[in-house]
């Protein structure tokens, strides 16, 4: 069963802005803690980007604060991410994940990747 949609990835210029959303199913949006976007580029590690708590508590990597914007629809169980001013750095696939707790351990379930290209 796919539980976790992401969509909104493409190919933008530097400086251009992307939105990215996760559509969860009911029962993970309500049962977990914590929901957010991970990225990985070829090479690289997997790193956090952001992350959000139900409890509201808000994490951003270093290297996107001032930028991007993570942000939930309880309505829709969708989790959204606000990319402005994107860099060629931040090309990656992008992943939405959610779980008990944000580090990777605690994730119990990801979605497939949208992949984001940015030229300069």
């Known amino acids: 069963q796919v539980q976790l949609v992401e969509s909104g990835g493409g190919s933008v210029q530097a400086g251009g802005s992307l939105t990215l959303s996760c559509a969860a199913s009911?029962?993970?949006?309500?049962?977990?803690?914590?929901m957010g976007w991970f990225r990985q580029a070829p090479g690289k590690e997997r790193e956090r980007v952001a992350s959000?708590?139900?409890?509201?508590?808000?994490f951003y990597t270093d290297s996107v604060k001032g930028r991007f914007t993570i942000s939930k629809d309880n309505a829709e169980a969708t989790l959204y991410l606000q990319m402005n001013s994107l860099k060629p750095e931040d090309s990656a696939m992008y992943y939405c994940?959610?779980?008990?707790?944000?580090?990777?351990?605690?994730?119990?379930?990801w979605g497939q990747g949208t992949q984001v290209t940015v030229s300069s």
């Open positions: 994940a959610a779980g008990q707790w944000c580090g990777e351990g605690g994730i119990q379930h």
């Open positions: 009911g029962s993970i949006y309500s049962s977990s803690r914590c």
């Open positions: 959000i708590y139900s409890g509201g508590n808000i």
